[in-house]
């Protein structure tokens, strides 16, 4: 097949706040520089920046401190987090809200005298995050593409699908990567001089999940092939109220605020039973991973509605209110033909965010020079659990950094690298695969995938269950390999692209089961029912996963406990996180 | 493809370029099932070279916006039960826009006119300066915040008469959003921007026929920001500051 051969200066792949962040730095550093922006989807109306509800936690407010900050990253993360990283994430935060606000234009809500607001959210000490109501995502990222759309400069790749990173023969650098122009189905290797990997995570492997359709671990699974070191893959966080709308719509999974809880929502059992005193004496406003952790529970014992999950009630709280305080909600409840304000909703526990993901240093740059990482595919920032409110810190702040960083890398490093050829020609044949097969059904593996992640590697976990989760995998993974698509038709064709989705889904799944299955103790959002303790966290470990050659290594690396040790705090006086 | 059954859909969807043609489908009927969930069963079970796009399914995003039985709506959020007539569907492209393949359209038009529109905050301050105090009730920040939440989902332009009428027309969305600016106090293009969207194909052109906020699946008032502009530009006029 014939490949296209392009060339820019600064290739960004994804165009959520990580991309579109990079994208504005790189072009305004440099603006004599070719930056080009590829995005699976449209232009910022892909990825999960635009979903966020909640918002951006940053210390900008009297009475908090960066110090406060960092202490609730470190604590909400189990003392996981690289210091470092979490360290730039909340001391560069406050200038990008500055930015958001006085550059890019995004107006947040305001106390009643012109102040930034900022709202309670859980597992923080101060009340620090900046919002525009519940749609904080759409802001941000309808600001950030205007401003992009603005400069005429930057290039713009929409519906490319980013299939490779392709070294240098050597293997020693980045050359460029291969791409799929999804509307003509034609590959496209694109030579770049740098390349930032902000694609996303996004957990999509399991039954219930949040993120966007688009989202497929393609970054991961990228980056595991290429040789790179994956870093705190068992950290899938699961956010306990999903909607529940049954088989066959991609209304299940959804999210449903964390907010509902909050006000006072009741959770109760398939008999009407309200449960979570069993579970813990904070009952529905107990934390994420308590909460997910009864409703799978209850869904195990079997107490479950008509669909296999529990019910959410609002109504006692009255329905008017209700309507009023989660319009947002119940709107999207009564479009989708449920009644949160005044009915009972089926709910479940729901994969939303991963902690895990490409180890890389405070400037975002990795291990493979010419390749720079951020956002949801970058890692440690969070260790075991994200705070709500500091995914989009992390996407916006270390965008940012990237795109600063890589015109200088560029300036000092020097011009294109040749790419290896065997590499591009065996990638292309890879993604092509499927057409050498009899058509099959996708979806059908697709489903099993997540059930079995949902199953074996999901909310509670356990040896004999991860052990079968990884047997699954094979097993599907083969299947996936004799599954074909029919050819004739590569533009435009979703169906060759859900294949390549469940095969990045596979080989990073894979990668999760295997980490959680090396972490005997239970941080986070990690949770072994063999292993319920969380361990010392004076002598905490993260795992790193590689491939190396056709096998994949897992090691334990000690956390550095660079500015603050288990049992102390940086907060002064000292006072005691919760 | 299974046999017709009485809980069956009938579903005609565009398949092909601009000179495409309908095709029919029968998909089963489902308690929870939205129009694009109807878009997916025909992908997954009986077509699978349909082209359609999605992101976010929550409304977010606006990329899957379609028309359905001859109305431009979100189809993640539009429930079957409430758009099928007699257990019939239509679905078809966006109206106004190129069609790429079967039920994607080409948005690249709809953004182009949001940035001729000056749909872009010119910045006044830097990132050095700290967030300025910006009172919720001021008034221009109150008629600011009711047309901010639009998610450049394409309906409103897709569903403008005047659009299709005339091609250099810029649509509701992009000059809502320019009258968002034209009511921001922190923005430094005022002038610029009033001088573009009262052009030739700015919001002079519009008809008020108010299909815009008919449609528009967040309940904004896109023809109620256009008579904005209008009286602003009108002003503008009079003080000089504007050529006719």
Same mark, same amino acid.
């Given at each position: ?50 979903m966020?509800q909640g918002g ?19 604590e909400g993360?189990k ?40 709202k309670a959210f859980a597992g923080q000490t101060?009340d620090?995050t900046?919002?525009?109501g519940d ?68 957990p999509?492997?399991y039954r219930y999940h949040t ?25 899938v966080q699961f956010h306990p109220t999903g909607l529940l709308a049954g088989p066959?719509t991609?209304m299940t999974g959804t999210v449903l605020e964390e907010g509902l809880r909050g006000a006072g929502g009741h959770l109760l059992d398939g008999a009407g039973r309200r449960f979570m005193a069993d579970y813990d004496p904070k009952l529905e406003r107990a934390t994420r991973d308590v909460v997910s952790r009864a409703i799978y529970a209850e869904m195990k014992a079997g107490r479950t509605t008509p669909n296999g999950g529990v019910y959410i009630r609002m109504s006692h709280l009255g329905p008017a209110d209700v309507a009023k305080r989660f319009k947002g909600m119940v709107d999207r409840c009564r479009d989708c033909g449920f009644d949160l304000a005044g009915g009972l909703v089926e709910v479940v526990p729901t994969a939303h965010y991963? +902690?895990?993901? =490409? ?7 990795? *291990? ?5 990482? !951020?956002? &949801?595919? %970058? ?5 075991a659990n994200r705070l709500g409110g ?15 960083? +890589?015109?200088? =890398? ?7 690298? *040749? ?5 591009? !020609?065996? &990638?292309? %044949? ?20 997540m059930d079995?992640m949902w199953d074996e590697v999901g909310v509670v976990r356990d040896?004999?269950g ?56 239970s941080r986070g959002a990690h949770y072994r029912a063999d292993?319920p303790e969380p ?43 919760e | ?30 308690a929870s ?24 399914r929550v ?20 429930h ?165």
């Open positions: 097949m014939e490949i296209e051969r392009i060339r820019t200066d600064i290739l960004i792949l994804g165009s959520g706040g990580a991309g579109l962040f990079a994208a504005l730095h790189a072009h305004d550093r440099n603006p004599d520089l070719a930056v080009t922006v590829a995005t699976k989807g449209l232009l910022g109306k892909c990825g999960c920046t635009r966020v951006y936690n940053v210390s900008l407010h009297a009475g908090d401190s960066v110090e406060r900050h960092f202490m609730d990253t470190i993360g003392w996981l987090p690289d210091q470092e990283l979490a360290w730039t994430l909340v001391s560069t935060a406050p200038e990008r809200v500055r930015e958001l606000e006085n550059e890019v234009g995004c107006f947040f809500d305001r106390n009643p005298d012109g102040s930034l607001h900022g101060f620090r900046v919002h525009k749609l904080t995502g759409i802001e941000i990222i309808n600001r950030l593409m205007e401003q992009v759309w603005k400069r005429r400069g930057i290039g713009k790749l929409e519906e490319h699908r980013a299939l490779a990173l392709i070294p240098t023969p050597a293997g020693d650098a980045l050359a460029g990567v291969l791409m799929a122009d999804i509307r003509t189905g034609h590959l496209r290797f694109v030579q770049a001089r740098a390349v930032l990997m902000a694609t996303g995570g996004g999509t492997m993120p966007s359709g688009d989202k497929s671990m393609d970054g991961l699974a990228m980056a595991l092939r290429a040789g790179l070191p994956l870093r705190d893959m068992e950290m066959d991609r991963f +902690m895990g993901g =490409v180890a890389c240093r405070p400037d975002t740059a990795t *291990e493979l020079p010419g390749l720079f990482v !951020a956002g &949801e595919d %970058a890692s440690g920032m969070h260790g500091n995914g989009v810190a992390n996407s916006t702040v270390f965008g940012g950094i990237a795109g600063d960083r +890589m015109p200088d =890398v560029i300036a000092a490093s020097g011009g294109f690298r *040749e790419p290896d050829e065997s590499r591009i !020609a065996a &990638e292309a %044949a890879r993604c092509l695969h499927p057409f050498t097969r009899k058509p099959g059904d996708v979806n059908a593996l697709r489903e099993r995938l079995l040896a004999a991860l052990r079968r989760g990884l047997a699954g995998l094979d097993a599907i993974e083969a299947e996936l390999l004799e599954t074909g698509i029919a050819d004739g038709a590569r533009a435009f064709n979703l169906t060759w692209h859900d294949w390549l989705n469940l095969r990045s889904l596979v080989e990073t799944s894979r990668v999760i089961a295997l980490a959680a299955e090396r972490r005997e103790n292993f361990g010392d966290l004076a002598t905490s470990t993260f795992t790193v996963v590689r491939r190396v050659g056709e096998s994949l290594t897992i090691t334990d690396e000690p956390v550095r406990f660079t500015r603050v040790r288990p049992g102390e705090t940086l907060l002064e006086p000292p006072m005691a996180a | 493809m299974s046999e017709a059954a009485a809980g069956d859909l009938s579903v005609s969807i565009w398949r092909g370029g601009a000179d495409g043609a309908f095709a029919r489908y029968q998909v089963p009927a489902r099932q939205t129009v694009l969930d109807v878009v997916t069963h025909v992908q997954r079970h009986i077509d699978p070279t349909l082209s359609y796009r999605f992101a976010c409304g977010m995003c606006g990329s899957c916006a379609m028309t359905v039985n001859g109305r431009p709506r979100w189809t993640c959020r539009t079957v039960s409430k758009v099928a007539e007699g257990g019939r569907l239509e679905i078809a492209p966006l109206a106004n826009l190129p069609v790429i393949k079967d039920l994607a359209a080409d948005m690249s038009p709809f953004f182009e006119k949001w940035q001729a529109a000056g749909g872009a905050f010119a910045p006044t301050l830097s990132r050095a300066d700290p967030v300025e105090p910006i009172r919720p009730s001021e008034p221009d920040r109150v008629v600011a915040d009711a047309g901010i939440e639009c998610i450049n989902c394409g309906v409103c332009y897709a569903g403008c008469d005047t659009v299709r009428w005339n091609a250099a027309y810029v649509g509701p969305a992009a000059l809502n959003r320019a009258w968002t600016l034209m009511n921001d106090r922190r923005d430094g293009a005022q002038r610029e921007r009033l001088a573009a969207v009262a052009a030739d194909g700015g919001c002079h052109a519009c008809h008020s026929h108010q299909s815009c906020q008919d449609f528009c699946p967040q309940s904004l008032s896109p023809t109620g920001a256009i008579s904005g502009l209008k009286r602003m530009a009108m002003k503008a006029y009079l003080r000089g500051e504007l050529k006719p």
